[in-house]
């Protein structure tokens, strides 16, 4: 008589889920890693706005939400992923196929079947535990504390954006919004020969400014002269991109950035921010669209001490209890909002 082998105990982990309707805190099963891809344990979560836009249910996303991490790898599928166990990592949530003509082109971030973690058809990282490719993972320096490393991200879009235009003499820069990228983009700019001010509009961040000795002033005071070289709008709003084609010389460049980059364009609101045709052609004003920078980059800045992320995490809860970190999130002074496990 043959023995009767017992099934493969399932590995039960809490994960906070979107499920079309409210998020929750949920036991799902652990994911194993497939070929190339590694098991990351959660330390911190960074709560975004693209995590409130899954929420309100603007992107078309269910399942586990998160995208901003600071983790350590515990597992590896194969030797791709075997130097990177026990290593304190970030990484980049965008998975792309590899195979495209997009990748095969070099444009991986813009891959035809790329999925997101936490944002677009792939589940994200706000659980005990979380399955990512290992090519996606940059290690964090030892010196660095968690704090930074979770907005190494944002630190390399707001650097993809200052690349993404022409700084020649002195350059008039205006930045709209209050968000941890236009906070990170304004040190950015200000070491690039640039006269750079933030424009934001919630004042309950305005001291961050001031501690930085950085110019800015509420959006609703400044005059609409038509002056600035330069606007970089990080708010994502219409009110924000409106603000921006008010503000720029003629031929003068906008750079638009996303509450959600990374997300291809079916799965994001139907409706976004409005821009004035009009008002562009007549100024014959250029719009570059910036999307998600790299997470290498942002780290590597952030460890040469280039940009400043203190003080930018201004909110913490508690890993799994969603209700109450998103009510934090939505505070007028929360700039970003970690999320994590409770110290003993």
């Not at 010389?249 to 079916?266: C, E, F, N, T």
Request: positive net charge; contains cysteine.
């Amino acid at each position: 008589m043959q023995p009767v082998m017992s099934p493969r105990a399932v590995v039960v982990q809490r994960a906070v889920v979107y499920d079309g309707r409210k998020v929750a805190a949920l036991p799902r099963p652990e994911q194993a890693p497939g070929p190339g891809e590694v098991l990351v344990r959660t330390l911190r979560v960074g709560v975004t706005p693209a995590d409130l836009q899954v929420a309100e249910a603007c992107l078309k996303f269910r399942g586990v939400l998160g995208h901003e991490f600071v983790g350590v790898v515990e597992k590896a599928a194969d030797g791709a992923g075997a130097p990177w166990v026990g290593r304190r990592v970030v990484g980049s949530p965008v998975v792309s196929c590899g195979v495209c003509e997009r990748c095969k082109a070099g444009l991986s971030a813009h891959c035809a079947d790329r999925r997101v973690l936490g944002l677009h058809d792939r589940d994200g990282c706000w659980a005990d535990r979380f399955v990512i490719p290992a090519a996606n993972l940059v290690e964090v320096p030892k010196a660095m504390v968690d704090d930074a490393a979770l907005l190494s991200g944002v630190a390399g879009t707001a650097l993809h954006a200052a690349r993404a235009t022409r700084i020649e003499g002195k350059t008039y820069v205006s930045i709209i919004g209050d968000n941890a990228l236009a906070l990170i983009a304004v040190q950015v700019f200000a070491k690039l020969n640039t006269s750079v001010r933030v424009l934001g509009f919630e004042p309950a961040r305005f001291a961050i400014c001031d501690r930085w000795r950085l110019k800015h002033r509420h959006a609703d005071e400044v005059g609409r002269r038509q002056d600035q070289d330069v606007v970089f709008e990080c708010s994502g709003t219409a009110r924000g991109a409106e603000l921006a084609t008010r503000l720029v010389r003629p031929r003068g460049r906008v750079l638009l950035a996303s509450l959600s980059p990374g997300v291809p364009r079916q799965a994001l609101p139907e409706t976004g921010p409005v821009l004035d045709a009009v008002a562009i052609a007549a100024g014959e004003i250029e719009i570059v669209g910036v999307g998600r920078g790299s997470v290498r980059d942002g780290l590597d800045s952030l460890a040469r001490g280039q940009v400043d992320t203190s003080g930018l995490v201004t909110r913490r809860g508690v890993m799994f209890d969603p209700a109450a970190a998103f009510e934090l999130a939505r505070e007028p002074g929360c700039v970003r909002l970690s999320v994590e496990e409770p110290r003993r």
